[in-house]
């Protein structure tokens, strides 16, 4: 897909985001039911509501694109392996952060060509900020009703390496991981907000050293590479979409200095 065509996509993709964010502080301002999944991860009324809406006006933007949800039954890779270009979604991206009522949850949306993200929209509806990038067109931070303003990550890590972390408890292999990398400070955020600090340098690194899905990293990707860092597996690979049958990610980084070989302090 030529970047003029994912600039033209780009507004109307950001709209549908902020609907769907519409939907689900519907439900977070009302109250919810909480319903666990089968792989007993939660869901409520919020994730569902804002995946109808994202779908739908996703078909009718590109009805020629297919879907790919955490939401919905996912398609098998014999059939996915053939797409060329798909969306990847998260409804709710957080959904325990949702629950815990924090704040700290997103719309994540993203454009996969190949094995690649190249179009990234990520909205933080409680807080009221926006993400997004294109491949080529940079990335940008919208607070609220101001102007759209471009990120860049932090090149140079700092002495001291801001850790970006989730809010629950970290595994051992990430206490092990920043028992080994030295003076470093940690910030605690959940869902894609990590991976969107370090697009804006706010901070230096987010080590995920547990399962996450493709749906969790792709919106957030196409920002961080857009804004000039990288999110890459252990081996330092960057990471890539729907090359297998299941959706799991390996475990990665999230960095704004490439310079720096992270997988040296595992």
């Not at 807080?127 to 101001?146: E, H, M, P, W």
């Amino acid at each position: 897909m030529e970047n003029h065509g994912l600039k033209e996509l780009l507004d109307p993709v950001i709209q549908i985001a902020y609907q769907a964010g519409k939907s689900i502080m519907e439900v977070y301002d009302a109250g919810f039911h909480i319903e666990e999944k089968s792989d007993h991860t939660p869901v409520t009324e919020a994730d569902l509501a804002a995946n109808k809406i994202i779908e739908t006006s996703l078909k009718e933007l590109t009805p020629h694109l297919p879907i790919l949800t955490e939401e919905a039954t996912i398609t098998p890779y014999s059939e996915r392996k053939n797409w060329q270009r798909y969306w990847l979604i998260d409804p709710l991206d957080g959904t325990r952060e949702f629950i815990k009522r924090n704040g700290e949850f997103t719309v994540n949306i993203a454009l996969i060509d190949g094995d690649e993200s190249v179009m990234g929209v990520v909205y933080a509806p409680v807080i009221g900020v926006l993400y997004y990038a294109a491949k080529g067109q940079g990335a940008y931070k919208q607070a609220s009703t101001n102007e759209p303003v471009p990120i860049r990550v932090r090149e140079k890590c700092s002495d001291k390496t801001v850790v970006a972390c989730g809010r629950s408890q970290p595994t051992e292999e990430v206490v092990n991981f920043l028992g080994r990398l030295g003076d470093h400070e940690i910030i605690r955020v959940g869902s894609a907000l990590k991976s969107c600090m370090v697009a804006e340098g706010k901070a230096d690194l987010y080590p995920r050293l547990g399962p996450t899905s493709e749906w969790d990293t792709a919106a957030a990707q196409c920002v961080v590479e857009e804004a000039g860092g990288a999110i890459t597996d252990t081996n330092m690979q960057r990471l890539r979409y729907n090359t297998k049958d299941d959706l799991l990610n390996p475990h990665f980084f999230v960095a704004g200095d490439k310079s720096i070989k992270w997988s040296d302090f595992l």
